[in-house]
């Protein structure tokens, strides 16, 4: 059983920057992709950001220059660099993982999201 957990959800001011990370464990293969997704409150999930194993990554152009992905392999731990935070980027922040090599997804694993408030 895969697990995946995000962490390091807050409140901040607008302006500030935050700092994602999420954890996948439990997989009996290699976890080759990870990405985050995130959801605001009556807003469909979007795609945030994504990395593969071998460091091919993909930012959404909403955060393009503002928010960085980057992962340590050997910890199968993804990390989500959020800077010049702006109310729009209130949303629970959801990490995913999967075994193949894809960073459009689809992804198999899910964690159960964290909290993102920024205040203006």
């Known amino acids: 059983q895969v697990h995946v957990v995000e962490s390091g959800g807050g409140l901040v001011l607008a302006g500030g920057s935050l700092r994602l990370s999420c954890v996948a464990s439990?997989?009996?293969?290699?976890?080759?992709?990870m990405g985050w997704y995130r959801q605001a409150p009556g807003k469909q999930r979007e795609f945030v950001a994504a990395?593969?194993?071998?460091?091919?990554?993909n930012i959404a152009d909403a955060v393009k220059g503002r928010f960085d992905i980057s992962r340590d392999n050997a910890k199968n731990t993804a990390y989500l660099e959020m800077n010049a935070l702006k109310p729009d980027d209130t949303a629970t922040y959801y990490c995913?993982?999967?075994?193949?090599?894809?960073?459009?997804?689809?992804?198999?694993?899910w964690g159960q999201g964290t909290q993102v408030t920024v205040a203006s």
């Open positions: 990395i593969t194993s071998g460091g091919r990554f």
């Open positions: 995913a993982a999967e075994t193949d090599y894809t960073l459009d997804g689809p992804y198999a694993y």
């Open positions: 439990g997989s009996r293969f290699a976890i080759n992709a």
